[in-house]
Each structure stands twice: as C-alpha cells, then as structure tokens.
C-alpha cells in the first residue's frame, strides 16, 4: 500500500536522498548477575547503542513514523572478564505491521548465546561495512541490514538484494574477527549462514516466500479477497518446502518457522479442510519436530 508505493518511487529514484531514520528499535542492555557498583556502564552502552541504532541514518529512502521499521535488541550481560571485555546474550526480534489490521506479525525471533564484545566508554562509533572494528557495532550493523532485508522482501519482489548484500559486506570485513559468529567454518546458525543462504541463487525461492506471505498475503487477509490472500500464503509455504527439500535445517528455514509457525497454524484454522490437509502435509515435512501443532489446524471446523 502506502509503504509498498513508496517503496517503488524511491527504487527508480536512487539519487533522491532524504535525511530520514529507519527504525524503531528498542535496545536494552542489562547485568543482572554481574557484581559491582559499576553499574552505570552498562546504561552508557545501551545510550549509545540506542543513538547508533534509531539515530543513524541507514538508507537513502524516506519512513514516515508509521513505516518506520520496529524490533527489538536485547543484550543480557553475563561474565565482564576485564572492565573493557562482556560476555552474554543477544536477543533480536523483528515486526511488521500488517496493513488493514492492528495486527503486526513476527518476521525474525533469534539469538545468540555466546555473545562477546569490547566497549570502551567514549569510543568512536562510525561504522564502515567494509571496514571491522568492533563485534558490537558489526553485530548490530548486520542485524539491522538484515531487518531492511527481509522487510523489503516482503514489500517488493527481491526487494531487500541491497540490504542482504551490505549484509554480506559486513560479514567478509569480519572474517578476522576473533569472535565467534561470522566463520563458514562454524556451526550452521551464525551470521555467515544466515546471508549465505539469502544470497545463494539455489535458495532463491525464499525471497518469494517473503513477498508471497506478507505482501499477497497477509497484507490482503482484510480485504475482500480473503480467499486469495491465503492461497497467496499456502503458495508461499509450497515455496518454502522447495527451499528446504534443497537442503534441510537451512537457517533461513528455521528462522521463518520460528517466527510464523503459530501464525500459520491461527490462518489456516479457518481454510477448507482439502487446504488444511495440505499445509499440515507441507510443514509437517519442513518441521517434523512440531508435527502436533501443525494438526490444530484441522482440529477447528472450517467456517
């Protein structure tokens, strides 16, 4: 709709460029168990985490405030082996209001549990995607790409391929981290695989399982056309199968599993049952491990 036709105008105007933040981002920093008196550090770091985040200017497009791209950042400080070094968690949630309706749907709900980074009170926080400095800034940097990622994919066909390679960026100027989560090498969660799989063209369908879901799909549940609408999310699902009998336990699958799996259980309570049978036959297959929930969608009569 609106953000959609927005959208569309700035793309065929990219030397229009409008001094305007992206995001409404909520970051907390928080250490609970660490012991001390020096506490006020670690509202200092969410300061200036919370400046970096929803101050900066991320792209060249114009959000109005209702656009404006929300989510949340949780750090939880667990260990400060010296007074620059923390180790904890980091929790990332993104949203998506869904046009026509107050309702807005979970597009990213992940973590990592082995999160360390340096900072330095008073330390520079100019960030360059080709250039590592810090895991803290490259960390969030990264999410917040992804973000306008999967946020223009659900807008426009392919519509985050900018943001996903600025993700990509960020990831090569990383490999020298001595942090984990950037490394092929690593376990198939981190950040390394989570662009891979986006800009790898055999995983190509997942980028239309974005638009198809949210853009045909969701966005049109309140209109007329209800029926179209969640068959554009039944096509969506089709796709997402296609991407996983490619390679299962893919973290782009997971990922989207994890944030819509409820979700598309409450959609399709209310679809024919010859539909209903389908897409518990689909996600049963992508995601075995949850096969119960997936059978309360024929456990609601169709009306």
Same mark, same amino acid.
């Given at each position: 709709m609106k953000k959609l036709v927005l959208f569309i105008l700035l793309t065929a105007c990219t030397n229009w460029i409008v001094t305007a933040q992206e995001f409404k981002i909520q970051v907390s920093v928080s250490a609970a168990q660490i012991q001390g008196s020096d506490k006020e550090i670690y509202n200092?770091?969410?300061?200036?985490?919370n400046g970096f985040v929803n101050d900066r200017q991320w792209t060249n497009y114009h959000y109005e405030d209702i656009e404006k791209i929300e989510g949340s950042i949780s750090i939880n400080?667990?260990?400060?082996?010296?007074?620059?070094?923390?180790?904890?968690?980091?929790?990332?949630?993104?949203?998506?209001?869904?046009?026509?309706?107050? $309702? =807005?749907?979970?597009? @990213?709900? /992940?973590?990592e549990k082995d999160f360390q980074f340096k900072f330095i009170e008073g330390q520079n926080i100019e960030f360059d995607?080709?250039? $590592? =400095?810090?895991?803290? @800034?490259? /960390?969030?940097?990264?999410?917040?790409?992804?973000?306008?990622?999967?946020?223009?994919?659900?807008?426009?066909m392919n519509g985050g391929d900018k943001y996903f390679q600025i993700c990509q960026n960020i990831v090569t100027a990383a490999q020298r981290s001595p942090n984990e989560g950037w490394k092929r090498a690593e376990k198939n969660i981190n950040k390394y695989w989570m662009i891979e799989n986006y800009t790898n063209t055999t995983y190509s369908a997942m980028h239309d399982v974005w638009y198809k879901y949210h853009r045909l799909g969701l966005d049109m549940l309140s209109s007329e056309n209800q029926t179209e609408a969640r068959n554009s999310i039944y096509l969506a699902l089709k796709d997402l199968k296609e991407v996983n009998d490619e390679r299962s336990g893919l973290i782009c699958v997971t990922q989207f599993i994890e944030a819509k799996a409820d979700e598309i259980v409450n959609i399709f309570k209310t679809a024919p049952a010859n539909e209903q049978n389908?897409?518990?036959?689909?996600m049963k297959q992508i995601n075995p491990a949850q096969a119960n929930k997936y059978e309360q969608i024929s456990q609601t009569a169709a009306r």
């Open positions: 200092t770091i969410q300061n200036t985490l400080v667990k260990e400060r082996p010296t007074q620059e070094d923390f180790k904890g968690e980091i929790y990332i949630q993104l949203r998506r209001p869904v046009y026509g309706s107050t $309702y =807005t749907t979970t597009m @990213l709900n /992940t973590q995607e080709n250039n $590592y =400095t810090s895991n803290l @800034l490259s /960390t969030i940097a990264f999410y917040l790409n992804y973000f306008l990622a999967l946020d223009g994919d659900s807008f426009a389908d897409v518990i036959t689909i």
